[in-house]
């Protein structure tokens, strides 16, 4: 196990937690959802003898506070953050970094990538859900507008209800997948981690989703900037918005396409292929 070495950074409106391993050119994994840094500490584990791995909590969620109250965020600002980290680490123009985003990460991570080319030296955006891409999108902006009302109305959970019904998820297979977790055992650092990162669904659901689907990358930016931008999916995500994305901003950027094993999650579940299908992606000139 690598040793890994925890800090704080003060950015505009929060406090960020990161965390360091390894060693190697920098590697700054930026994740989504409700997830925290300690969502990709398995990747990063594996990745560790090739990379100095940078993960982190993003503002407002888990270790990460805010200054002040919750409000409605945006990409921009937290690409902001993610500059910033890669600073503070060390990162220069001269060396810049490899960078990997899931979901609302692979968006940050392209917005980073506009704004900041010289910090990032190839970016893997892993499955953005950028509805507004997508020939549907009148159907996501009203499930979107259903998020927001429930949300107002109802608070959490009703948010997440009309969030998941836009999938076509059932009730019943929600009411599955929360026995089987109950069924599990876990360790009592991971019930404490799982647990934590529960806390985060309020802001996820409630000031994240809605403008984080809303926006949409600079496609002229993104085929002019330095960086190179690698789009992918997932081999089980076929058909979900988010799989679909990937496909619309790799042509729109005349970028390139490449499938990784699993789904939308595969980061945390399947480790080893997973970390070896992107250190091949990030071992490639």
């Known amino acids: 196990m690598q040793p890994v070495k925890t800090n704080t950074l003060k950015v505009p409106g929060a406090t960020l937690h990161y965390e360091i391993r390894g060693s190697g050119p920098t590697l700054l994994l930026i994740c989504g959802g409700v997830y925290d840094a300690a969502g990709y500490a398995g990747l990063a584990q594996r990745l560790a003898d090739r990379y100095t791995v940078v993960t982190y909590d993003r503002r407002g969620n888990s270790r990460s506070p805010l200054d002040g109250p919750p409000e409605s965020q945006s990409i921009e600002t937290h690409a902001d953050d993610a500059h910033r980290l890669l600073v503070e680490v060390g990162v220069t123009a001269d060396e810049p970094a490899y960078v990997f985003g899931n979901s609302s990460g692979a968006i940050i991570g392209l917005e ?21 891409l997508l020939p549907d999108r009148d159907r996501w902006r009203d499930v979107i507008r259903d998020v927001e ?6 608070g959490t959970g009703a948010a997440m209800q009309a969030f998941a019904t836009g999938f076509d998820r059932t ?5 599955e997948a929360a026995t089987q977790g109950e069924q599990e055992e876990l360790t009592p650092e991971a019930a404490e981690t799982m647990a ?28 002019a900037s330095s960086a190179r931008v690698v789009m992918v999916a997932g081999e089980a995500s076929e058909g979900q918005p988010p799989y679909r994305a990937s496909f619309v901003v790799a ?20 480790h080893e292929e997973f970390a070896a299908k992107l250190d091949e992606v990030l071992s490639r000139p």
């Open 196 to 223: 934590r990162m529960e806390k985060n669904m309020e802001f996820f659901i409630g000031y994240e989703v809605p403008p984080f689907v809303r926006y949409v990358p600079d496609a002229d930016a993104l085929r």
């Open 251 to 270: 042509e729109q950027i005349e970028g390139t396409h490449v499938m990784f094993p699993g789904d939308h999650g595969a980061f945390g579940s399947l």
């Open 112 to 132: 980073l990538a506009t704004r900041h080319p010289e910090q990032v030296r190839t970016l893997v955006s892993h499955e953005p859900p950028l509805f507004e």
């Open 171 to 175: 009730g019943r297979e929600h009411e």
């Open 149 to 154: 009302e429930a949300f107002a109305k109802e």
